[in-house]
């Protein structure tokens, strides 16, 4: 790998770490409380974990040039990869259990735009 490419991934990870704390502050100011950031587990990557009163929600981040392209970025092999991570944390964490499920997406839409569409998807038991 090239020292562009390797700065250009930095920006790239930088720069979504800094949409996903724009995305969770965003949250957070709707009522929503954090549990985890980036959380991971053999099956992936959950951006966000938080809950919306009964809801146990997985939060994916998007930082795109619009809405539309942020929502189509989150592809069925990506919701199921987030389903499954979710599905270990709950195996995990007995006292979630009996929480309600919701798979949410933030868009990030520069300079600083942030629409939150929940219930983003349906889980696929």
Not at 15 to 24: F, H, R
Not at 78 to 86: F, S
């Amino acid at each position: 790998m090239t020292s562009d490419q390797t700065a250009k991934r930095r920006a790239a990870y930088e720069s979504g770490l800094v949409a996903e704390k724009a995305a969770a502050a965003y949250l957070q100011g709707k009522g929503f409380t954090l549990i985890a950031e980036r959380y991971k587990n053999a099956y992936g990557e959950i951006d966000l974990l938080m809950r919306d009163g009964e809801y146990l929600v997985a939060v994916e981040v998007k930082k795109r040039a619009d809405m539309q392209s942020a929502l189509e970025s989150v592809r069925p092999k990506a919701q199921k990869r987030i389903q499954n991570a979710l599905m270990m944390y709950i195996a995990n964490n007995p006292h979630e259990r009996d929480s309600a499920l919701r798979f949410d997406v933030v868009a990030i839409v520069p300079p600083c735009q942030i629409h939150h569409l929940d219930n983003a998807w349906q889980a696929q038991l």
